[in-house]
DNA sequence: CCATAATGCGAATATTTAGTCGCATTCAAT
DNA sequence: ATTGAATGCGACTAAATATTCGCATTATGG
């Protein structure tokens, strides 16, 4: 970012610059969210962009950003849930939370997470992954399964991306021919049977 | 294609384009894999290149669908292997080989398989799931577990989608903190699980 | 060996895009 | 009110890039 906002019409520019980029990538794809076209959705002018990032890249950045803000609270907040949940309700309300947060805004971030190889999407399952492991190895430890869980990291790892990008597929999948709950409910058994917490044996 | 290569020295330019616009992608991104780059790599003018090519993109189309061919090969031997190894075994071993697969060629199928998203490769997702569907539910037919397994198709989707984005992202993963075994071995088991197949129990 | 179709070429054109710069406007502190 | 800093503008430049077209070269069938 060349300069800091200062003042309160130029944070609002800024901010509306972000939301116009999101937009436009949601809409036409990373490749359409060229410099002109994304000030012109904000009602801005290219020079004004060009004060406040140092490149195009910069403003995807941003947008990733705000994406990730907005998944890790909601991960945050269910993981404070599974002690009382227990795996298989926690991954199935989690799924169901994720899946809705993608789908929101006319599958705004949707689309944005589809391009992740471009973008600095790794940064942001990293995290999740590290909060993820976290939170099950201290569950797993609470509640002791027969036989002992292996490779917790390696199957927390599993998880997350297969989540992630399956639900993405899934949504971007013009004619799926399985449903929304199939999928959920099939997870959430895998998750735990994988932790060992498989009750219905 | 604006005309059919009917001559042999056309057909080999065709396929030498096809090949340096996979090397291309594979090496620096498809953003970079533009006419005029796939043709010099090539050995090509661009002129020749528009003659069999509409466009860009149709060369795009094509690598994919080299890649497809490879990968539907590889999935049809293994699964002509299923029914002596067993679903552990057979997810295991077909785990590796896709594994290698991407990674061949320094890393060359990998790179673009990244790119999914842009490229057509949900037809290619959707080929293989439903090759896989159709094994599964017949193994599972002859080995009927203890109880029925309920969703195939759900779980069949899900595993596709996950072993196929899960490797392609450890791959790409500069620094992953899991060892390619354990993810194997932890497919391996799930897919076991998910088909009631897991006689560990 | 000739006629004709197929192939190959690459300079030239048209478009798109990132990023800059000098000038105009607005704000905030005094 | 004044003044300097912050903000905003959009035409302009420079560089990439997709695609075309007329001409040169090569193969093929008779």
Redesign the pocket.
């Known amino acids: 970012m060349r300069?800091?906002?200062?003042?309160?019409?130029?944070?609002?520019?800024?901010q509306s610059l972000i939301d116009a980029a999101a937009e436009t990538i949601a809409e036409h794809g990373l490749?359409?969210?060229?410099?002109?076209?994304?000030?012109e959705r904000a009602?801005?002018?290219?020079?004004?962009?060009?004060?406040?990032?140092?490149?195009?890249?910069?403003i995807h950045t941003a947008v990733i950003e705000h994406i990730a803000t907005g998944l890790r609270a909601l991960v945050h907040a269910q993981i404070e849930q599974l002690p009382q949940k227990g795996i298989r309700d926690f991954v199935q309300d989690l799924l169901h939370e994720v899946w809705n947060f993608l789908e929101a805004d006319d599958q705004r971030y949707l689309q944005i997470t589809r391009h992740w190889a471009q973008l600095d999407f790794v940064q942001v399952m990293n995290g999740l992954e590290r909060q993820m492991t976290m939170a099950l190895a201290v569950y797993v430890m609470h509640h002791p399964p027969r036989q002992p869980v292996e490779d917790l990291p390696a199957k927390v790892y599993i998880l997350v991306n297969s989540v992630l990008f399956t639900v993405v597929r899934y949504i971007s999948d013009p004619a799926p021919h399985v449903t929304r709950e199939q999928i959920i409910r099939s997870f959430a058994q895998a998750a735990a049977q994988l932790m060992n917490q498989d009750e219905s044996r």
Chains 1, 2 share one sequence.
């Open positions: 300069k800091k906002p200062k003042q309160q019409r130029s944070q609002s520019l800024v490749a359409a969210a060229t410099a002109a076209r994304i000030a009602g801005v002018s290219v020079g004004s962009l060009y004060q406040y990032f140092e490149s195009k890249e910069q």
